[in-house]
């Protein structure tokens, strides 16, 4: 992606194209951006072309979005500043406790984990994660902390089967000492895995729907 698409797409954003189509002809698109008509008109065609930004062709007013993967795009650039603005030596991330799988407890049985944690994070976590659902701007802190090397948690065979690797951040929730733990190869998500030693529902009295903030250390 060119430079001057996360400019465009700032442009569409700005003009309420983040959240819904939004009547926007060159003519006006090229005025925001001190562009000529022509070259705003190409920019929306690039746009199309990477999959940054829809098209609805329905009516007679030209009218675009941008799709999630462009949304995406601006996000990170959006993290890049808070990163040279905002980020010192910790994070505050606010996230809605919610309910996983329970495929958690499984791998914080693991022993290849287990040693690992005691070892990096000085602590054993209890069996099981704590879910917290990040929305909104907030998703742009995730990727700082996806972009920031962490803390290596190493992947492992046991009993035939690989686990893979993880980083982790060590943070604190309420009073509760924690830790935020991404695995390496697993797919983008709005839901932080938080790792204690302490039941955390327990310790701190929360329940899904409750919003919380974590204090992450960089």
Same mark, same amino acid.
């Given at each position: ?18 959240k ?37 062709l ?9 799709s999630?993967?462009?949304? +995406? ?73 996806? +972009? ?18 993880a ?9 509760? +000492? ?31 729907? +409750? ?8």
């Open positions: 992606m060119k430079p001057y698409h996360v400019e465009t797409l700032k442009a569409i954003a700005l003009l309420g194209g983040l819904e189509y939004v009547g926007l002809s060159s003519r006006e698109l090229g005025k925001a951006l001190g562009v000529s008509q022509q070259s705003a008109s190409q920019r929306i065609l690039e746009l199309i072309r990477e999959g940054m930004v829809t098209r609805d329905a009516t007679r007013r030209q009218r675009i979005r941008l999630p993967k462009g949304a +995406d795009a601006l996000r990170k650039e959006y993290a890049d500043y808070q990163r040279i603005f905002e980020v010192k030596e910790t994070l505050t991330v606010s996230g809605i406790v919610t309910s996983g799988l329970g495929e958690g407890a499984f791998y914080m049985r693991q022993k290849g984990y287990k040693d690992q944690f005691r070892k990096k994070l000085w602590f054993e976590p209890y069996e099981g994660t704590l879910n917290l659902k990040v929305q909104g701007a907030e998703l742009s802190k995730i990727e700082i902390l996806r +972009d920031n090397p962490g803390i290596e948690i190493s992947g492992f065979e046991a009993a035939g089967r690989t686990f893979g690797g980083k982790c951040f060590l943070a604190t929730l309420g009073h509760v +000492d924690c830790a935020i733990i991404l695995p390496i190869r697993s797919h983008h998500s709005d839901v932080l895995e938080v790792i204690s030693k302490h039941y955390l529902r327990g310790a701190l009295g929360i329940k899904d729907g +409750d919003a919380v903030e974590l204090i992450v250390q960089m």
